[in-house]
């Protein structure tokens, strides 16, 4: 859980920063540094879903065995 904190401390802690640097607004740097890791975190919920998606795709493709492929295609 210690983990966990420090690095959501440090991501909230760059996009702070990087906001700042960019706009000079405490205000704007406060927002997006609030809202950016809610974002992060839908997305990063998409984008599991899709592997998964595509790992069972995968996963299809590869129980048809090598051999019986082979034989199919002469």
């Keep these: 859980m210690l983990k966990t904190l420090t690095f959501t401390a440090m991501h909230f802690c760059i996009a ?5 640097a960019l706009t000079g607004s405490v205000a704007a740097s406060g927002l997006v540094a609030a809202i950016e890791p809610l974002c992060n975190s839908v997305g990063f919920y998409c984008h599991e879903k899709l592997w998964q998606r595509f790992g069972k795709r995968g996963a ?15």
């Design 16 to 20: 702070f920063g990087v906001t700042y």
């Design 60 to 74: 299809r493709q590869q129980a048809i065995p090598q051999h019986a492929w082979l034989h199919h295609q002469a």
